[in-house]
Structure formats: C-alpha cells, structure tokens
C-alpha cells in the first residue's frame, strides 16, 4: 500500500499489531548479533527487575518501520532519522500495538514528520518521532 505525499494530511494515522514470540527473539538475536542474557537465558532473567525474559528493545523499534514501510506513508518511503524513548520492557507472548502519526508535511522535500508509539494493553513501552521521505506522484 502507498499514501503518496499528495494524500497524507497532518493527523493522518495507521496502525498494526504483532504478538512477540519466542522465534522473534531468537531470530532478532541471530540478526543483530545481541545476546544479551535477559532476551535468550531466563535463569539470568529471573535475576533482573523484569524477572522474565523480554524482548530486544529495538526489536520492539523496528515494528515502527513495518508500520512506515507497508502502511503509513508505504511502499517506496524512505527513512531518513528515528528517535526513539523506552518506557517499558515488552515479554514474550505480548502483542505490540504500533501506530504512526503524521504530524508535519514539508513540501519543499516530499519530507513527512511522524510520531511513532508502541503500546502493550493501554502501557506505551515505545515513543518517538521518525523523519521519513514519502512517495510521490510528481
């Protein structure tokens, strides 16, 4: 799906869920090279204030590029910048409730300004602000 930069309006939204599993940790693991003992060990997790393993937190990130990528601008937008701010530890077996948001349009560059939030239930785990290029008809 793509919403070209022509289409979007400020306040514009979209929206996906995904449950986190167990193959997701151990792949991202694989991917990003983390093995950081409280996403893969839950004998060490049990030890630390989450007492359960939890996911990686940019696994829990790049849920946003999903969104981005696939439904909010889509297909041919290009990233340009992320900021991202944790709140609170996502655990195998939750699902994850991305949204994006547009908040400015800038013309000049085909530019969009996104805020970008994760959510578990009603607790947000995840917020930011993404700076993307969005498709264009001209």
Do not use: W
Request: aromatic share 6%.
């Amino acid at each position: 799906m793509t919403v070209y930069f022509e289409d979007l309006a400020v306040g514009a939204s979209a929206e996906t869920g995904k449950t986190i599993t167990e193959a997701d940790v151990l792949l991202f693991s694989a991917v990003s090279g983390d093995n950081n003992p409280v996403h893969l060990d839950q004998t060490y997790a049990s030890t630390t204030p989450f007492e359960t393993r939890i996911a990686h937190g940019m696994l829990t990130a790049s849920l946003i590029s999903g969104v981005i990528g696939t439904r909010l601008p889509g297909y041919g937008t290009v990233y340009l910048s992320q900021s991202t701010r944790f709140k609170a530890p996502v655990r195998i077996g939750e699902t994850v409730i991305t949204r994006v948001t547009v908040e400015e349009l800038i013309p000049e560059k085909k530019r969009v300004r996104l805020s970008t939030q994760c959510r578990v239930g009603d607790k947000v785990v995840l917020e930011g602000e993404s700076l993307v290029i969005a498709p264009s008809r001209n």
